[in-house]
T-cell receptor
Framework: AQSVTQLGSHVSVSEGALVLLRCNYS??????LFWYVQYPNQGLQLLLK??????LVKGINGFEAEFKKSETSFHLTKPSAHMSDAAEYFC??????????????FGKGTHLIIQP | DGGITQSPKYLFRKEGQNVTLSCEQN?????MYWYRQDPGQGLRLIYY???????QKGDIAEGYSVSREKKESFPLTVTSAQKNPTAFYLC????????????FGNGTRLTVT
């Protein structure tokens, strides 16, 4: 079984400040890891993904995430927040071994608030 | 451009009525998925299909039904047996398993009164 925990259902940062959204996962096999962003009343858009190789992954809109196996974490960061970053962010894990719905599991999401 | 089209964007129904949500993709993806989204609960899997004419129940399949007669189409029917049908419904697809990400439609917001 696998699971995803996103710490903090709401995170508030000032415009220009560092954004840090936390994601921890559990998986009995090597994972694939994803971050998605959702704007109000829209679908989810892929920000970045980790499959194999380099553990620091760069995505769209200036976001990046680092896979840390020892900490079972995949935190999302952005050096400087912009008002347009305000949205819901979801972390997801998929296992190499598949199983079930290809083993894709989502966290409950973190709502990012940007203060001017 | 390739993508996933969900229609309609907003849907209103009276309690006791069945309603069908449309999902069409032109990405040539084999696998398709239906998720339900409620505030604070993330995404919950309703049904998924990895190949035409085959589909499996997800975590919350009760009160829902699907069909997969064509690769491009994966309609979801919300039946009168679904006790709390008001929600945001998302359709997604992916080309294969494992490391390929899901591609999402823009969702259908269903309100049942």
């Amino acid at each position: 079984a696998q699971s995803v925990t996103q710490l903090g259902s709401h995170v508030s940062v000032s415009e220009g400040a560092l954004v840090l959204l936390r994601c921890n996962y559990s998986s009995s096999v090597p994972p694939y890891l994803f971050w998605y962003v959702q704007y109000p009343n829209q679908g989810l858009q892929l920000l970045l993904k980790y499959t194999t190789g380099a553990t620091l992954v760069k995505g769209i809109n200036g976001f990046e995430a680092e896979f840390k196996k020892s900490e079972t974490s995949f935190h999302l960061t952005k050096p400087s927040a912009h008002m347009s970053d305000a949205a819901e962010y979801f972390c997801a894990v998929s296992s190499h071994s598949g199983g079930g719905a290809d083993g894709l599991t989502f966290g409950k999401g973190t709502h990012l608030i940007i203060q001017p | 451009d390739g993508g996933i089209t969900q229609s309609p964007k907003y849907l209103f129904r009276k309690e006791g009525q069945n309603v069908t949500l449309s999902c069409e993709q032109n990405l040539n993806h084999d696998a398709m998925y239906w998720y339900r989204q409620d505030p604070g609960q993330g995404l919950r899997l309703i049904y998924y299909s990895q190949i035409v004419n085959d589909f499996q129940k997800g975590d919350i399949a009760e009160g829902y039904s699907v069909s997969r007669e064509k690769k491009e189409s994966f309609p979801l029917t919300v039946t009168s047996a679904q006790k709390n049908p008001t929600a945001f419904y998302l359709c997604a697809s992916r080309p294969g398993q494992g490391g390929s990400p899901l591609h999402f439609g823009n969702g259908t917001r269903l309100t049942v009164t």
